[in-house]
């Protein structure tokens, strides 16, 4: 250690080291570092005290205030929650109708449909609503087992098809494998191709062999026209739309041994609301029906 | 304080500039452009524009809350960022194109750090008077009247600090909102930390840092000496005219002595503190302080002007030499056409073009269409057969109340449109009422009937127009997918 001394050169003092002769200029860090760095010291100490911090092997140091990203995050979460539950509250009070008909509300139910509809039904009816021929319906055409109105949608959605609850949409269609010839399956299929109004066939159909047996076996359901029923799920033989293909075989195969779907009852598992944005969202995916202008022309 | 001990004197280089005001041609071009600059920065964040609707009335204002930048007539959304590199490449060549022709104009006249630190530099001297008396008054120190003139010029600087932060806010949420929220704490924490923000960056920077910003923090001094070249015009001392400096008196007396008379005056101007008699250096910016300073000496002297001007080096050179003029290395005479000023020229009025013609042509509506690939198509009951696509409009404002649909590419189709909760039956015509500045998700489905039915992919158009004039706004093309046919 030398004595503290100005070097005559740079005018600055030097640190009063010095190694074989060589001194040190002292070049200080600014005060505004230095206020900077205490300053941050000062911070880290108070964020140490207030604020999880020092790791303990599997946990930190709990902190004075308590504070945990997970605590705030629950927070936040049951925010979200209750205003959720506000926005419930409103849409359970309301009519299906009203709710289409508002413009706020719709769009919220739109958007809670289209999520509720990601997480418990597109699984099966595919996510554009699609449905698959063979297994489940398409909900984006016009044809409708149940009927296609806002209320009939919800009502397919809460208590669900051939489930085991009491209120479940229900109905059997026989298997006349156990009953009929092939041959008078066969001569079915025909009848029911038939009806379509598009079929070459169309004008001769209460000529067909077939005939007699759909009128005593299947008009009570599907009725003369094979038009359907809502009320009895009994599908419209007469359009373009086939939920078991519409090939010639596939119908011999429905009539023979029919499959039929079975849906949840959603009721039990979501809230009103919920149920509710679903019908609203299903309905404006395309296929929905409207008024009953609309339902009465398709019967 | 023991950890300290930094004394000015003791960084070589960090001097204090006490800055001597001046008047002269240039003062007052720095001036005008100083006052033009405060009058439109202050004054167009109040500018009302009429916009129909609930949409904001600030003439110019970039909604982040919107997404949407308001320019006057012009509304800009997200999708026309495209612009804003139009604007920034604009700005580059601008800087660039100038700067071939006269140096750092920019950084001398029209940088906010140089027009800010002007006026700082303005209520400085109003409140501690013009350099001798700042300096005589910082070695007197602390004294009570020393004190007071300190605390009202901080104060005044704070205060426009805080009107240029409200303001400069005030252009992203709202100029009213911004004033009227801030003051009252009732705006939200983002608007009033930002307002603070820019508040403390305007007073440390102009009011404190002031020419270290230039000296030490820009980037553009860094390149630009990188852009001059022999023609372009820079703040230049002619030292062939001014050398060797010398009292007057010595040269009235016949003396060998130049025109520069060594009064210091263009040093104790400089905002940067540069002595341009050592030539060309990263501290000028260009401002021309020292050559009014030195045209009013010249004047009193009665010798020419000019002994610091606008000059470019080869004008200077050929003046020092009395040659002919500067030669390239291979004897020719130089070229005085500058290949870099035509060229940013030219890419100067390129990208000024296509930003006006981007934003001429572009069209008061945007269309995106994205069609539902699950499944790619529905057959209806009649046999019928449905696409959905999922389109998204955005209307920039041009005054549209609805918007009619129709499809070219594929035979009777019928468009019905459908979303958020509405019901078909509302919604079963191709018109969909559009109120102005608003952009709108739909689900739309087209529907062809069963014998007008493509086999696969078929191309279409989705054409939007104008429900009442019939104008068409815009389309998008897709593609209509039908079921292959069976052999
Ligand atoms: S050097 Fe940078 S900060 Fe200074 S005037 Fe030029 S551009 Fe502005
Ligand atoms: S040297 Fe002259 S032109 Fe350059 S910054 Fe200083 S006063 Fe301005």
């Not at chain 2, 990208?351 to 981007?358: E, G, L, N």
């Given at each position: 250690?030398g004595?503290?001394?100005?070097?005559?050169i740079?005018?600055?003092?030097?640190?009063g080291?010095?190694?074989?002769g060589?001194?040190e200029?002292?070049t200080?860090?600014?005060?505004w570092?230095?206020?900077?760095w205490?300053?941050?010291?000062?911070?880290?100490v108070?964020y140490?005290?207030?604020?999880?911090?020092?790791p303990?092997?599997?946990?930190?140091?709990?902190?004075?205030t308590?504070?945990t990203?997970?605590?705030?995050?629950?927070?936040?979460?049951?925010?979200?929650?209750?205003?959720?539950?506000?926005?419930?509250?409103v849409?359970?009070?309301?009519?299906?109708?009203?709710i289409?008909?508002?413009?706020?509300l719709s769009v919220?139910?739109?958007?809670?449909?289209?999520?509720a509809?990601?997480?418990?039904?597109?699984?099966?009816?595919?996510?554009?609503g699609?449905?698959?021929?063979?297994?489940?319906?398409?909900?984006?055409?016009?044809?409708w087992?149940w009927?296609?109105?806002l209320?009939?949608i919800w009502?397919?959605?809460?208590?669900?098809?051939?489930?085991?609850?009491?209120?479940?949409?229900f109905?059997?269609?026989?298997?006349?494998?156990?009953?009929?010839?092939?041959?008078?399956?066969?001569?079915?299929?025909?009848?029911?191709?038939?009806?379509?109004?598009?079929?070459?066939?169309h004008?001769?159909?209460?000529q067909m062999?077939g005939?007699?047996?759909?009128?005593l076996?299947?008009?009570?359901?599907?009725?003369?026209?094979?038009?359907?029923n809502?009320d009895l799920?009994?599908p419209?033989?007469s359009?373009?739309?086939?939920?078991?293909?519409?090939a010639?075989?596939?119908?011999?195969?429905?009539?023979?041994?029919?499959r039929?779907?079975?849906?949840p009852?959603?009721?039990e598992?979501?809230?009103?609301a919920?149920?509710?944005?679903?019908?609203?969202?299903?309905?404006s995916?395309?296929?929905?029906?409207?008024?009953?202008e609309e339902?009465?022309s398709?019967? | 304080?023991?950890v300290?001990?930094?004394?000015?004197?003791?960084?070589?280089?960090v001097k204090k500039?006490f800055?001597?005001?001046v008047?002269?041609?240039?003062?007052?071009?720095?001036?005008?452009?100083?006052?033009?600059m405060?009058?439109g920065?202050y004054g167009?964040?109040?500018?009302?524009?009429?916009?129909?609707?609930?949409?904001?009335?600030?003439?110019f204002l970039?909604s982040?809350s919107?997404?949407k930048?308001?320019?006057?007539?012009?509304?800009?959304?997200?999708?026309?960022?495209?612009?804003?590199?139009?604007?920034?490449?604009f700005?580059?060549?601008?800087?660039f194109?100038?700067?071939?022709?006269?140096?750092?104009?920019?950084?001398?006249?029209?940088?906010?750090?140089?027009l800010?630190?002007?006026?700082f530099?303005m209520v400085?001297?109003?409140?501690e008077?013009?350099?001798?008396e700042?300096?005589?008054?910082?070695?007197?120190?602390n004294?009570p009247?020393?004190?007071?003139?300190?605390i009202?010029?901080?104060?005044?600087?704070?205060?426009?600090?805080?009107?240029?932060?409200?303001?400069?806010?005030?252009?992203?949420?709202?100029?009213?909102?911004?004033?009227?929220?801030?003051?009252?704490?009732s705006?939200?924490t983002?608007?009033?930390?930002?307002?603070?923000?820019?508040?403390?960056?305007t007073?440390?920077?102009a009011?404190?840092?002031?020419?270290?910003v230039?000296l030490?923090m820009?980037?553009?001094?860094r390149?630009?000496?990188?852009?001059?070249?022999?023609?372009?015009?820079i703040?230049?001392y002619?030292?062939?005219?001014g050398?060797?400096?010398?009292?007057?008196k010595?040269k009235?007396?016949?003396?060998?002595?130049g025109?520069?008379?060594?009064?210091?005056?263009c040093?104790?101007?400089?905002?940067?503190?540069?002595?341009?008699?050592?030539?060309?250096?990263?501290?000028?910016?260009?401002?021309?302080?020292?050559?009014?300073?030195c045209?009013?000496i010249?004047t009193?002297?009665?010798r020419?002007?000019?002994?610091?001007?606008f000059a470019?080096l080869?004008?200077t050179?050929?003046?020092?030499?009395?040659?002919?003029?500067?030669q390239?290395?291979?004897?020719k005479?130089?070229?005085?056409?500058?290949?870099?000023?035509?060229?940013?020229?030219?890419?100067?009025?390129l990208v000024a073009a296509?930003?006006?013609?981007?934003i001429?042509?572009?069209?008061?509506?945007d269309?995106?269409?994205?069609?539902?690939?699950?499944?790619?198509?529905?057959?209806l009951s009649?046999?019928?057969i449905?696409?959905?696509?999922?389109?998204?409009l955005?209307?920039r404002?041009?005054?549209?109340?609805s918007?009619?649909f129709?499809v070219e590419?594929?035979?009777n189709?019928?468009?019905?449109?459908?979303?958020?909760?509405?019901t078909?039956?509302?919604?079963?015509?191709?018109?969909i009422?559009?109120t102005?500045?608003?952009?709108?998700?739909l689900?739309?489905?087209?529907?062809v009937?069963?014998q007008d039915?493509?086999?696969?992919?078929?191309p279409?158009?989705i054409r939007l127009?104008?429900?009442?004039?019939g104008e068409?706004?815009?389309?998008?093309?897709?593609?209509?997918?039908g079921?292959?046919n069976?052999?």
């Amino acid at each position: 250690m030398g004595k503290i001394e100005k070097d005559p050169i740079t005018g600055q003092y030097t640190t009063g080291h010095q190694w074989n002769g060589i001194r040190e200029l002292r070049t200080p860090v600014p005060t505004w570092w230095m206020l900077v760095w205490i300053a941050s010291i000062a911070f880290a100490v108070v964020y140490a005290v207030l604020l999880p911090s020092i790791p303990l092997g599997n946990k930190t140091t709990a902190g004075a205030t308590g504070f945990t990203a997970r605590l705030s995050l629950e927070a936040q979460l049951a925010e979200v929650r209750a205003e959720r539950e506000a926005e419930g509250a409103v849409l359970a009070d309301l009519e299906l109708a009203e709710i289409a008909a508002h413009p706020e509300l719709s769009v919220l139910a739109f958007n809670g449909g289209r999520s509720a509809f990601a997480v418990n039904c597109i699984q099966c009816h595919g996510a554009g609503g699609g449905g698959q021929v063979g297994q489940f319906p398409s909900l984006i055409d016009d044809d409708w087992l149940w009927g296609g109105q806002l209320e009939e949608i919800w009502y397919s959605i809460n208590h669900g098809i051939r489930n085991e609850t009491l209120d479940a949409r229900f109905n059997l269609m026989p298997a006349y494998g156990d009953w009929m010839s092939d041959e008078e399956i066969a001569d079915l299929a025909d009848v029911v191709l038939a009806l379509n109004p598009a079929s070459p066939d169309h004008g001769g159909v209460s000529q067909m062999p077939g005939w007699e047996n759909y009128d005593l076996n299947c008009t009570a359901c599907h009725g003369a026209a094979g038009l359907g029923n809502h009320d009895l799920g009994a599908p419209n033989l007469s359009d373009a739309v086939w939920l078991y293909g519409g090939a010639r075989d596939e119908i011999i195969a429905q009539i023979a041994y029919p499959r039929m779907g079975v849906m949840p009852a959603f009721g039990e598992r979501l809230d009103e609301a919920t149920i509710k944005m679903l019908a609203i969202y299903v309905h404006s995916l395309g296929g929905g029906e409207g008024g009953d202008e609309e339902t009465a022309s398709a019967q | 304080m023991s950890v300290v001990g930094y004394q000015a004197d003791e960084f070589p280089g960090v001097k204090k500039v006490f800055q001597k005001s001046v008047s002269g041609r240039f003062r007052t071009i720095k001036s005008a452009v100083l006052l033009a600059m405060f009058i439109g920065f202050y004054g167009l964040a109040w500018l009302p524009w009429d916009r129909a609707g609930a949409t904001p009335n600030q003439a110019f204002l970039m909604s982040f809350s919107e997404g949407k930048f308001y320019a006057g007539p012009l509304t800009f959304w997200p999708q026309d960022l495209f612009l804003l590199t139009l604007v920034l490449l604009f700005s580059s060549f601008a800087l660039f194109f100038t700067n071939t022709i006269v140096g750092r104009v920019w950084c001398g006249f029209s940088c906010p750090q140089t027009l800010w630190t002007d006026a700082f530099q303005m209520v400085e001297r109003l409140f501690e008077g013009d350099r001798n008396e700042q300096i005589k008054r910082a070695k007197e120190g602390n004294t009570p009247d020393n004190i007071a003139r300190k605390i009202a010029k901080h104060f005044v600087w704070f205060l426009i600090a805080y009107v240029t932060g409200l303001t400069l806010i005030g252009y992203f949420a709202g100029t009213a909102h911004t004033f009227i929220g801030v003051t009252t704490l009732s705006a939200s924490t983002t608007v009033c930390v930002m307002v603070l923000v820019f508040t403390a960056l305007t007073y440390l920077l102009a009011g404190h840092a002031r020419e270290k910003v230039c000296l030490y923090m820009c980037p553009w001094p860094r390149f630009q000496s990188a852009m001059l070249d022999p023609d372009t015009k820079i703040v230049t001392y002619h030292a062939w005219r001014g050398e060797p400096r010398g009292k007057a008196k010595k040269k009235a007396a016949g003396g060998e002595v130049g025109d520069c008379v060594d009064c210091s005056l263009c040093v104790n101007v400089c905002p940067t503190g540069v002595d341009i008699r050592n030539g060309l250096q990263l501290g000028c910016i260009g401002c021309g302080l020292c050559a009014d300073a030195c045209d009013s000496i010249m004047t009193k002297l009665q010798r020419p002007t000019g002994l610091i001007n606008f000059a470019s080096l080869a004008q200077t050179h050929d003046e020092a030499h009395l040659t002919a003029p500067l030669q390239n290395a291979g004897g020719k005479q130089r070229k005085t056409t500058k290949v870099r000023f035509y060229g940013y020229g030219v890419m100067l009025s390129l990208v000024a073009a296509a930003m006006v013609f981007t934003i001429v042509t572009r069209t008061g509506f945007d269309v995106a269409v994205t069609p539902e690939r699950n499944p790619p198509f529905v057959t209806l009951s009649d046999g019928s057969i449905r696409n959905i696509y999922n389109i998204r409009l955005s209307d920039r404002g041009d005054d549209v109340p609805s918007v009619l649909f129709t499809v070219e590419g594929v035979n009777n189709p019928i468009i019905t449109i459908s979303h958020a909760g509405s019901t078909l039956a509302e919604a079963e015509t191709p018109t969909i009422d559009f109120t102005s500045f608003t952009a709108a998700a739909l689900r739309v489905l087209i529907t062809v009937p069963a014998q007008d039915r493509p086999s696969g992919q078929e191309p279409i158009m989705i054409r939007l127009s104008n429900a009442q004039t019939g104008e068409v706004m815009t389309e998008a093309s897709t593609y209509f997918w039908g079921p292959e046919n069976r052999p």
